[in-house]
């Protein structure tokens, strides 16, 4: 954190080499999940064949992984590879649509000639190492840390409650805001279409939904990480004139930004968890399969 | 795809007295529950954390890999996902396996970060 590295930089050369401790080592599991900057070394004495390793920051954090002290047989079927995003029941976050690299650059492996050394660091706050070894006492070390990100967009929340700012200025970028859980949502500020100086703002003609709109919010519902494959619960191409709030009662619920590029957006919002008898119920004669929102 | 997993139960009832199953599904259609005597208890999340991990080195080693294309012809699979958009590699958890683990892995940033706050102060009391 900020404050931890203002004291840092005050400290004495003798003081900053005992503050070498401060790296958190622990060992990596193979099913783990990592919030922490740190080491995490992954031993096993039994073949582990299916491992994953899911990392998160904060919203206005990338990640950086580095690969140390790697001992596997890549010939033998072993493998590490390192993922930019996360994957989950073939589902992957962020989506196709909003990342800006294509699917098979978000994956590095270790094992492939032309990946190069070094650390790779995350286009956004989550990230995924995926990893299979056969022999006995093989393993590796992750160097996880976490660097500031200017501009976040598309982001897991570790939580189920809080608050965030998504703004998108003149880039034609979709940002989601992901939270897997269900949620009362409170949009507190709308700011779209916002012209560049000099320009007038933009006449929207009235329209029924936003289709069309090159800017525009819309709160995604889902069982899933894959935000293309959510049902739209509602969207938003005005910015409205009192508090939106939506109770959205899905396992995955995700505030994406739709931007033009030709305009600066910006979307405030706060979120908490829905409790169980709270959440909306589905009518009895409903056909469809989805969650349900209120 | 390596299989069809079973379709995820409802969120179990908090309300209910029996003990409810914490189910981890592969994507080769396996299923493995985690039963808890009473998840109400404040050792909840620790035995649910020992158990899982026990469980999940014990069992992840017996069965056939996720990616079991990735052995032989690892390019031609990821041709085949770069054509499909499918990622080539994934794993099955249901999502309340994943918020457990991230709440975990909230409560171990938070205690490393109070643990690095302390070492800070004692090394400016120095």
């Given at each position: 954190?900020?404050?931890?590295?203002?004291?840092?930089?005050?400290?004495?050369?003798?003081?900053?080499?005992?503050?070498?401790?401060?790296?958190?080592?622990?060992?990596?599991r193979?099913?783990?999940?990592?919030?922490?900057?740190?080491?995490?070394?992954?031993?096993?004495?039994?073949?582990?064949?299916?491992?994953?390793?899911?990392?998160?920051?904060?919203?206005?954090?990338?990640?950086?992984?580095?690969?140390?002290?790697?001992?596997?047989?890549?010939?033998?079927?072993?493998?590490?590879?390192?993922?930019?995003?996360?994957?989950?029941?073939?589902?992957?976050?962020p989506?196709?649509?909003?990342?800006?690299?294509?699917?098979?650059?978000?994956?590095?492996?270790?094992?492939?000639?032309?990946?190069?050394?070094?650390?790779?660091?995350?286009?956004?706050?989550?990230?995924?190492?995926?990893?299979?070894?056969?022999?006995?006492?093989?393993?590796?070390?992750?160097?996880?840390?976490?660097?500031?990100?200017?501009?976040?967009?598309?982001?897991?929340?570790?939580?189920?409650?809080?608050?965030?700012?998504m703004?998108?200025?003149?880039?034609?970028?979709?940002?989601?805001?992901?939270?897997?859980?269900?949620?009362?949502?409170?949009?507190?500020?709308?700011?779209?279409?916002?012209?560049?100086?000099?320009?007038?703002?933009p006449?929207?003609?009235?329209?029924?939904?936003?289709?069309?709109?090159?800017?525009?919010?819309?709160?995604?519902?889902?069982?899933?990480?894959?935000?293309?494959?959510?049902?739209?619960?509602?969207?938003?191409?005005?910015?409205?004139s009192?508090?939106?709030?939506?109770?959205?009662?899905?396992?995955?619920?995700?505030?994406?930004?739709?931007?033009?590029?030709?305009?600066?957006?910006?979307?405030?919002?706060?979120?908490?968890?829905?409790?169980?008898?709270?959440?909306?119920?589905?009518?009895?004669?409903?056909?469809?399969?989805?969650?349900?929102?209120? | 795809?390596?299989?069809?997993?079973?379709?995820?139960?409802?969120?179990?009832?908090?309300?209910?007295?029996?003990?409810?199953?914490?189910?981890?599904?592969?994507?080769l259609?396996?299923?493995?529950?985690?039963?808890?005597?009473?998840?109400?208890?404040?050792?909840?999340?620790?035995?649910?954390?020992?158990?899982?991990?026990?469980?999940?080195?014990?069992?992840?080693?017996?069965?056939?890999?996720?990616?079991?294309?990735?052995?032989?012809?690892?390019?031609?699979?990821?041709?085949?996902?770069?054509?499909?958009?499918?990622?080539?590699?994934?794993?099955?958890?249901?999502?309340?396996?994943?918020?457990?683990?991230?709440?975990?892995?909230?409560?171990?940033?938070?205690?490393?970060q109070?643990?690095?706050?302390?070492r800070?102060?004692?090394?400016?009391?120095?």
């Open positions: 954190n900020e404050a931890a590295e203002g004291l840092y930089s005050m400290l004495s050369l003798e003081q900053k080499r005992s503050s070498e401790d401060f790296i958190f080592r622990r060992p990596l193979c099913l783990d999940m990592l919030a922490t900057e740190g080491q995490f070394t992954f031993m096993t004495a039994q073949p582990q064949l299916a491992c994953a390793a899911f990392l998160i920051g904060e919203p206005t954090e990338v990640i950086s992984l580095e690969l140390s002290d790697v001992n596997i047989d890549c010939s033998a079927g072993d493998f590490i590879k390192i993922f930019d995003g996360w994957v989950l029941k073939g589902e992957k976050f989506s196709s649509q909003d990342h800006p690299l294509p699917l098979r650059q978000r994956y590095t492996d270790y094992c492939s000639s032309s990946a190069a050394g070094g650390a790779v660091l995350s286009s956004q706050n989550v990230a995924m190492v995926f990893f299979r070894i056969h022999s006995p006492d093989s393993g590796f070390t992750l160097t996880v840390k976490k660097q500031h990100n200017p501009m976040p967009c598309n982001i897991m929340s570790q939580s189920p409650e809080g608050s965030f700012t703004v998108m200025p003149h880039h034609h970028w979709n940002c989601s805001f992901s939270i897997i859980y269900p949620v009362e949502l409170q949009l507190t500020e709308l700011s779209l279409g916002q012209a560049k100086s000099n320009e007038l703002s006449q929207r003609p009235m329209r029924w939904g936003c289709t069309g709109s090159g800017d525009y919010v819309e709160l995604l519902g889902g069982n899933g990480v894959d935000t293309s494959k959510m049902y739209p619960m509602a969207d938003l191409c005005f910015s409205p009192g508090l939106t709030q939506m109770r959205m009662g899905c396992d995955n619920s995700v505030v994406r930004l739709v931007s033009s590029g030709n305009y600066v957006n910006r979307v405030s919002f706060r979120y908490r968890l829905l409790g169980r008898s709270e959440q909306p119920q589905a009518s009895e004669n409903s056909l469809d399969d989805f969650c349900t929102v209120g | 795809s390596q299989g069809v997993h079973s379709s995820v139960p409802a969120s179990p009832n908090p309300e209910s007295t029996q003990p409810q199953p914490l189910r981890v599904l592969t994507r259609g396996e299923e493995y529950s985690v039963h808890l005597a009473d998840p109400t208890d404040p050792l909840h999340t620790r035995a649910l954390r020992l158990q899982l991990s026990r469980l999940l080195e014990r069992k992840f080693g017996n069965i056939r890999a996720l990616t079991a294309g990735l052995e032989t012809r690892p390019d031609e699979e990821m041709e085949r996902a770069r054509r499909s958009e499918d990622p080539p590699i994934s794993l099955d958890l249901t999502f309340h396996l994943l918020r457990e683990m991230m709440e975990m892995s909230r409560a171990e940033q938070l205690a490393v109070a643990q690095n706050n302390r800070m102060m004692e090394l400016f009391g120095k």
